[in-house]
């Protein structure tokens, strides 16, 4: 039996929440990082054993939950124990368990997003709606955190982050337990395919190079971007304002990206978004100081991030048939964010501090441009 129709608003004001969360954290926590002791060697370790349990949690948790009776109940107990463990971190002693706060909040946080995507995909089935325009408060709610935030840490420094971050966070776990759990009726013969015979198939190794490629790429924007922009003489608030305009374009993409992927093609857009996001690393690496092409390639974020997570989606919803819909949004997340995130981050912390912070973004670049000829040759249409 089908789950019926749920209002749009609360898969919305998840998405928001989770967002603002990650806005409230991802551009500045390098820096609050560096106030507690950091190295950005120690922040790459940090931020890499982060990126291990990505690789590997999503997986655990999607199958546990492919194979228990509510998805739901796992998102909702996750998101409470993750913000319970970061709680903790203001009052960790030294960088050791700073560190160790950090990897055992990520154990519960990585459930989170894969399994509410199945559910989101799952309520929007029923009902109908665009993914994409539901998907878009997220990105509202990370622009409402980054430009609430810059400001406040400008002025009263870095230490206050945690509690700030937690303000979202709160709000996210509430709309956890509002939420109810999405029951789509599988098919007999879609649940005897396994998860190791549809990672066998060329077009979904393919898609999974892919996306390492480019959210490997990604980890020096993710990790250093506002430190980068500090070594150049831009203030917390001025990087908050970029990482919104970012977001902000990419709002106005997921408004027509359904139509745009329909029109065009999946495989068409990915190597477009790849060899974009190769051009936007070249330029973020060479032309920092230039204001009028810092704020262009935060523009092309709307591409190489907003574009990239549409297309992503509907891939792994065509190439991972319902009873897996768990796992694979999982196995995608865990290769991505979680290897391609832990790689890239132990990698752009390394190149940051032996060669230069130019050297980590070059770097990105060529990264990108390998998951540019990895699309063009071996994507499925």
Not at 42 to 48: C, D, N
Not at 87 to 98: E, K, M, R, T
Not at 305 to 318: C, E, K, L
Request: hydrophobic share 55%; aromatic share 14%.
């Amino acid at each position: 039996m089908k789950t019926p129709r749920l209002p749009a608003k609360r898969l919305a004001g998840f998405y928001f929440f989770y967002y603002a969360t990650v806005g409230a954290f991802l551009p500045f926590w390098a820096s609050y990082l560096e106030v507690r002791g950091f190295t950005p060697t120690q922040m790459g370790l940090a931020f890499g054993l982060m990126g291990l349990t990505r690789s590997v949690m999503p997986l655990v948790w999607g199958w546990w939950a492919d194979h228990s009776s509510s998805r739901v109940r796992l998102i909702r107990w996750a998101s409470t124990l993750s913000f319970l463990v970061f709680i903790g971190i203001p009052f960790a002693p030294d960088i050791f368990w700073i560190g160790a706060l950090m990897v055992s909040y990520t154990l519960f946080w990585h459930a989170l997003l894969p399994q509410f995507e199945v559910v989101a995909l799952n309520h929007l089935s029923v009902s109908g709606a665009d993914y994409s325009r539901i998907r878009l408060w997220g990105s509202v709610g990370f622009v409402t955190a980054v430009l609430g935030l810059g400001p406040v840490l400008d002025h009263w420094g870095m230490l206050p982050l945690p509690w700030l971050v937690s303000l979202f966070w709160i709000g996210m776990v509430v709309l956890a337990w509002r939420v109810p759990d999405a029951i789509v009726a599988t098919p007999a013969e879609t649940a005897r395919v396994s998860l190791w015979a549809v990672l066998r198939r060329p077009e979904v190794l393919a898609l999974l190079a892919v996306c390492l490629c480019s959210q490997l790429s990604f980890a020096p924007y993710y990790n250093f971007f506002t430190l980068f922009l500090e070594r150049h003489g831009y203030s917390r608030g001025f990087a908050g304002f970029l990482w919104a305009i970012g977001v902000i374009a990419e709002i106005g993409l997921f408004v027509v990206m359904g139509r745009v992927i329909q029109r065009y093609g999946a495989r068409r857009l990915m190597i477009l978004i790849l060899a974009a996001t190769t051009l936007r690393w070249l330029l973020t690496a060479t032309a920092v100081d230039s204001l009028a092409v810092l704020l262009l390639v935060q523009w092309s974020h709307a591409l190489t991030f907003g574009a990239y997570h549409a297309v992503a989606m509907d891939y792994v919803q065509r190439l991972f048939p319902s009873s897996l819909q768990g796992r694979g949004q999982a196995v995608y997340n865990g290769v991505a964010y979680g290897v391609g995130g832990s790689i890239g981050s132990l990698g752009s912390g390394l190149i940051w501090e032996s060669l230069s912070p130019e050297s980590a973004f070059l770097a990105a670049a060529l990264v990108a441009a390998l998951g540019t000829w990895v699309a063009a040759r071996r994507l499925p249409a």
